[in-house]
């Protein structure tokens, strides 16, 4: 097996090995938005005509999940690589930076789709979404584990310690995912935050996941689309060139 494929090995073993806290929490923390939002604001709030609150609510939700946990997953084994000291039997491989990024966000791309495979399979009993455009849902799905993976990844290379990672993903990763539309339409936003919503690429990604769902959408999926894989080769390229670097890794 190959440098890559033996760290992405390892990186999939040690989420899977304690499943129940990196799987299964995620999605019963899911599974109880959908039981009090869903509960109270079914009969309340309709959006893009005809679709339930309910179903619009399952896939946000769905790739909510996706995003969290594939940030989660590579920033977290980093840090705690870096701060436990085994970083440097990695550092002592002859592993190239393009073999750590593909094991650490392929492994964080792993975890995210299983963890929203998870909320799709539990939740979808609520009210089963329709599947208009089903490889649209793919393409962003994988972008926006992908791109989750690879911000998590600068993040762990960035953070010394544990509540520098804990700042991270509560006053950046969170917001920008509870903003992103998940549990609402912009649409039904002033003006003002509005304009807001459309700077964040988290929007993009829900709105685009969601239209596979319904083949509506609050802007053209297209837009979307350019929209996340632009982040994602951006968000790429710096943590590749990071990792070149070794950029806090050796210090």
Do not use: C
């Not at 896939?59 to 909510?64: A, F, K, R, S």
């Amino acid at each position: 097996m190959s440098g890559a494929g033996t760290l992405f090995y390892k990186e999939i073993l040690r989420f899977w090995k304690v499943s129940f806290q990196t799987v299964a929490a995620p999605v019963l923390t899911s599974v109880l938005y959908l039981l009090i939002f869903g509960h109270v604001l079914e009969n309340h709030v309709k959006v893009f005509g005809s679709v339930g609150y309910t179903s619009f609510l399952i896939p946000g939700l769905v790739m909510m999940s996706v995003l969290q946990n594939a940030f989660a997953n590579s920033s977290s084994s980093l840090i705690q690589s870096k701060i436990t000291g085994n970083l440097v039997f990695l550092l002592v491989t002859p592993l190239s930076h393009w073999a750590w990024f593909l094991a650490y966000v392929g492994a964080a791309v792993v975890r995210g789709l299983a963890v929203g495979l998870g909320v799709f399979i539990v939740t979808v009993w609520f009210a089963p979404p329709d599947m208009a455009a089903p490889l649209w849902i793919v393409l962003f799905g994988l972008l926006g584990a992908g791109m989750l993976g690879a911000l998590g990844l600068i993040a762990g290379l960035w953070a010394e310690k544990f509540d520098q990672m804990a700042a991270f993903q509560n006053f950046i990763i969170m917001p920008m995912t509870f903003l992103s539309g998940v549990f609402y339409s912009v649409h039904s936003l002033p003006g003002f935050w509005l304009a807001i919503s459309h700077l964040n690429p988290f929007f993009y990604m829900i709105d685009g996941f969601r239209y596979g769902f319904f083949g509506v959408s609050d802007v053209s999926p297209w837009l979307s689309l350019a929209v996340v894989a632009s982040s994602f080769v951006g968000v790429s390229a710096l943590a590749l060139e990071l990792l070149r670097r070794g950029y806090k890794l050796r210090s």
